[in-house]
């Protein structure tokens, strides 16, 4: 009995290291697509906060958010009395826009990157890959630690190995995947 308690604890670490793996991936993902690239990004919106009757608010969230071409992003608020208010954060997030307002709707052309913006966001994207890849390793070290310890209070070699085996795995397939993402990611930025 103490040997399947043993057991269904060292699977349980497994998954949630797992868990971790696929959440720091999940993290990155949705960074990356705040990131500019030269088209409209709505998205990029979600992170932009707006003082609505006291509660921080996203754009998106009291307003429709669209995308009528590649290079033009309109927003209509649902109250006509915050678009000075939207119009502002939008200015205050420094995302490289300049909104135009005309008392319906903020209108906003998308600016060409340069091509020194283009590297500058890539090496950022880059920072944001490494960092969740040093999360994902981390969690590793942190699992096998744990698999380890229960070892040493009588956790079978054999299957505290297969445990090091399946935490490994899912290490190298979420650190691919991130590659993968950034990979995309960069093509997607320097292309003009």
């Known amino acids: 009995m103490a040997e399947q308690n043993q057991i269904d604890q060292a699977k349980k670490i497994i998954a949630d290291s797992k868990e971790m793996m696929d959440a720091c991936v999940e993290f990155f993902d949705e960074d990356l697509k705040t990131y500019r690239a030269g088209k409209a990004n709505l998205q990029v919106f979600n992170t932009v906060l707006v003082n609505y009757y006291g509660t921080m608010t996203p754009v ?19 109250e006509k009395s915050q678009i000075q208010a939207i119009e502002k954060a939008i200015m205050a997030a420094n995302l490289g826009y300049n909104p135009q307002n005309n008392g319906e709707v903020i209108r906003i052309t998308i600016p060409a990157l340069t091509e020194e913006r283009r590297r500058e966001l890539v090496k950022t994207a880059r920072t944001s890959g490494e960092e969740q890849k040093v999360n994902i390793r981390n969690e590793r070290r942190d699992a096998i630690e744990k698999l380890k310890n229960m070892k040493k209070s009588g956790l079978p070699e054999d299957l505290e190995a297969d445990g090091e085996d399946d935490i490994q795995k899912a290490t190298n397939d979420s650190i691919k995947k991130i590659d993968d993402l950034l990979s995309l990611k960069e093509k997607e930025i320097m292309t003009v």
């Open 60 to 78: 998106p969230q009291m307003s429709s958010v669209s995308s009528p071409d590649a290079k033009t992003i309109l927003i209509q608020p649902w």
